[in-house]
């Protein structure tokens, strides 16, 4: 496979943003841009339509980082050997990332945002990644590592190695497809795939909206799997993007939340208290959005746990990383039960747990929201 980067590194005319097979947006190599569609620009991605010169250095910069924020980051496990395996640069800067990602026409599996090249004629019907099947030729690289062998390096599609490039977060993980239906594999060690798996057990006892983990065997070796949340129909868009977004638009990112889906929000907050989840960044939560109209509906259901437990060796848990305010992980689930209520279901079991002193934890956090009620 050649160099993807030296598919975009020749000087360029224009690119098209599009959604699905709406244009958007034209933005062209002296930074000029044109807004066709202002109410589906993507929420990451603040563009200028005028001639002044530092705003069109502006615009140039917000597209590279736009590009650059659907491929992979070099925190990922794994991610120099991926790059490596599509012929691509370890790139470091956002301009390096975006040629990476331009290459792909920028699509991935989190949303219906893809770009053109100039006079490009190609649709997403074409080239989207919901349509068209996948093979696990790549999964053994992005999931364990393995180098391509020259052979099947040749035989790889850019439609087999998109979705992994484009996928976020630090955990080795791949998707796959079976019976048409897409799954996210993710590894890490034993504990991280043990804790995803009994967190998400947990979580299912409660009133939530949430991603199911469920145990899956690749290559004879345990991994969660879930299944995917998007479609042609339904985009998820991270807090970290909506917080460009209401920056660029005079709001307030807890008014949105407020707005939209306040319940989800405290539920979130509780099940992360009870299971000690240390990893609730604003990448891993976010809005569900309408690609029919680009806006909102709730937030998306509750995923990641594979840093659960982490934080079990106090009572009061980590700093919550989702509040407006400074507070521990258990003064937000307070509030959240407060608000809302604890919202159980089904009683969790101890057998569950093979740490009895995780189930002691358990307990005792739970104990302290129940007593409180709403």
Not at 30 to 35: K, L, R, V
Not at 168 to 185: H, S
């Amino acid at each position: 496979m050649t160099d993807v980067q030296q598919q975009v590194s020749r000087t360029w005319q224009q690119y098209t943003i599009m959604h699905l097979n709406r244009r958007v947006a034209s933005i062209r190599s002296d930074g000029t841009c044109t807004i066709y569609a202002a109410s589906f620009m993507p929420f990451n991605l603040y563009l200028e339509q005028t001639n002044d010169m530092d705003a069109r250095v502006n615009n140039l910069n917000n597209f590279y980082y736009w590009c650059a924020s659907r491929v992979l980051t070099l925190d990922r496990k794994y991610a120099k050997e991926i790059l490596n395996s599509i012929g691509a640069k370890q790139a470091t800067t956002d301009k390096e990332r975006a040629a990476i990602s331009l290459a792909y026409h920028c699509v991935t599996l989190t949303d219906v945002y893809w770009v053109k090249g100039y006079r490009e004629q190609i649709t997403y019907d074409a080239i989207n990644l919901f349509d068209h099947s996948l093979s696990d030729a790549f999964v053994d690289v992005s999931l364990w590592g393995k180098a391509l062998t020259a052979q099947n390096a040749q035989l790889i599609a850019a439609s087999d190695t998109a979705g992994d490039v484009a996928t976020q977060g630090a955990a080795p993980k791949a998707w796959v497809r079976r019976n048409g239906t897409f799954y996210l594999l993710k590894d890490g060690d034993e504990k991280e795939v043990d804790a995803e798996l009994l967190a998400s057990r947990i979580a299912r006892c409660f009133d939530v909206d949430q991603v199911l983990y469920e145990p899956f065997l690749y290559d004879g070796q345990k991994v969660s799997a879930s299944k995917l949340m998007t479609s042609k129909d339904f985009s998820i868009v991270p807090m970290e993007h909506v917080e460009i977004y209401a920056a660029n638009h005079n709001t307030d990112l807890f008014a949105l939340i407020r707005r939209y889906d306040l319940r989800s929000y405290c539920m979130m907050n509780i099940i992360d208290y009870l299971v000690g989840n240390t990893d609730r960044h604003w990448g891993n939560w976010g809005f569900l959005v309408d690609n029919k109209t680009n806006k909102p509906l709730r937030l998306f259901p509750l995923m990641d746990f594979n840093k659960a437990f982490q934080s079990y060796d106090t009572i009061e848990g980590s700093r919550c990383l989702t509040s407006q305010q400074p507070m521990s992980q258990m003064d937000a689930a307070l509030e959240a039960v407060r608000m809302f209520g604890l919202n159980q279901k089904e009683e969790v079991k101890r057998e569950w747990f093979s740490d009895p002193t995780q189930w002691e934890m358990f307990q005792k956090r739970f104990n302290i929201l129940q007593s409180t009620g709403r």
